[in-house]
């Protein structure tokens, strides 16, 4: 009835071990493992399956140096976070982060994705209330906002916030509960006035929720919770992991009716993230800004080369004016617009040309990438509603990775080769 051969013998805690390092012995304490009993009158205690289930050495006394990862869905009766549901060691270890790079932050929280962060912003609305949303959004987010305001009752109006006389007309207009932007912009990579169009919204409507898809610039580069936003959303798969290795989002609130809105939004509408996912996007972290810096350099000396082929085949870049003031850096995104290509023929055989340089969903990650948003990013708007905001099939857009910006260059120059020579079939 004993099973001895499968545990580790006792020692007293208080006798040292003798480990050998660099040629010499060094004690080392000993915490014993948890002891479970193998007394053969006791069936329960002395079968196999429950030592194989229940043992387990005690490791509180570990310190390691790296956040480990807990991965488990529950959580010991008493345990301040009982369920990974409602919380997680790993999350927290994101949390804590963002909401100490966010100026002005109470708190952050991490969900599933950053559509996730989206549905969380739009389900402390109720029929009858009012949203204004820039017209310049990511695609799917578009959609969402269609879908769901629609569905519920909420009146949505679609306004160009960069642009000042639009921007008052709109929000007198509307006097809406809530704005939502992205800044840059997706595409094209225009700049909203985030101090402005907080003070003007909420002079309408003082308790209007400002949120801010902060995504494109980081809280590196951009802190919209210190200029007058309310809330700060981020997809996480992009500059913050940047390897195209997770998917994850994150809230970061000012006030506190807002962050527990996210909080139930993980907890009783399941936005949950895997506790893996939020362990590597940390260890991703540690180099964000090492990245981000590599990714502003490089994008500069693209965008220097682009700008070059202006009298070939580049008719106008798209990239963010920054100010020092809000956006204090940027790097990573581009746009550009293909010259006498209103079909955008040339853009996807451009894009097919380019070797170093990857297809399909990948953006703001190590590796460069290339996409036509208007078969992309922007697939689920209709036709109308992209010629709307001036998304034709000419557009291209260029994630600028960390690799070498002469061999990026090298083959941007050579794809362009490309479709010189070979002209549409």
């Known amino acids: 009835g004993s099973f001895s051969c499968l545990c580790r013998p006792e020692r007293r805690t208080d006798q040292p071990e003798l480990r050998e390092r660099d040629g010499q012995f060094i004690e080392r304490h000993y915490t014993p493992p948890v002891v479970i009993s193998t007394d053969s009158r006791s069936d329960e205690a002395s079968s196999m399956s429950t030592l194989l289930v229940r043992s387990k050495p005690d490791f509180s006394s570990a310190k390691p140096i790296a956040t480990p990862l807990f991965q488990t869905g529950a959580f010991e009766s008493g345990d301040p976070y009982f369920y990974t549901r409602a919380s997680n060691p790993n999350f927290e270890d994101v949390e804590e982060l963002f909401t100490r790079m966010d100026g002005g932050a109470i708190g952050s929280v991490l969900l599933s994705s950053g559509m996730a962060t989206i549905a969380g912003v739009l389900s402390s609305l109720k029929t009858g209330d009012r949203v204004v949303a820039n017209t310049l959004l990511y695609g799917c987010s578009v959609r969402f906002l269609k879908d769901y305001c629609a569905s519920r009752g909420i009146r949505l109006d ?27 912009t997706n595409p094209f990579l225009r700049s909203i006035p985030i101090s402005a169009l907080a003070a003007e919204a909420k002079s309408y409507v003082p308790n209007c929720q400002i949120v801010v898809d902060n995504t494109w610039a980081t809280p590196l580069f951009q802190r919209p919770l210190e200029l007058g936003a309310d809330v700060a959303i981020y997809s996480c798969s992009k500059f913050f992991s940047g390897h195209s290795d997770l998917i994850l989002g994150v809230a970061s609130c000012r006030e506190a009716d807002a962050l527990e809105s996210f909080k139930r939004q993980r907890f009783y509408h399941g936005a949950v993230p895997d506790p893996f996912a939020a362990w590597l996007l940390r260890r991703s972290m540690q180099t964000l800004e090492l990245r981000m810096e590599k990714h502003m350099s490089s994008t500069s000396q693209v965008v220097d080369f682009l700008e070059s082929e202006s009298h070939h085949h580049v008719e106008e870049v798209f990239m963010p004016h920054v100010d020092g003031e809000q956006l204090s850096g940027y790097g990573g995104l581009l746009f550009f617009k293909m010259k006498n290509d209103e079909d955008g023929s040339k853009a996807d055989r451009f894009a097919d040309a380019l070797s170093l340089f990857d297809r399909g969903t990948p953006m703001a990650t190590v590796r460069s990438a290339v996409a036509i948003p208007y078969t992309g990013s922007h697939a689920s708007m209709t036709p109308d509603e992209k010629e709307q905001i001036g998304l034709g099939k000419d557009i291209v857009r260029l994630s600028v ?17 490309i479709i010189q020579s070979k002209p549409k079939p």
């Not at 007309?169 to 704005?179: D, F, I, M, T």
């Not at 990775?401 to 080769?417: T, Y």
């Open 158 to 184: 679609f306004v160009d916030l960069s642009c000042e006389s639009s921007r008052a007309a709109g929000l007198a207009s509307s006097q809406p509960n809530l704005v939502f932007v992205e800044t840059p």
């Open 401 to 417: 990775g960390i690799e070498n910006p002469s061999d990026l260059i090298l083959d941007l120059r050579r794809a362009f080769g």
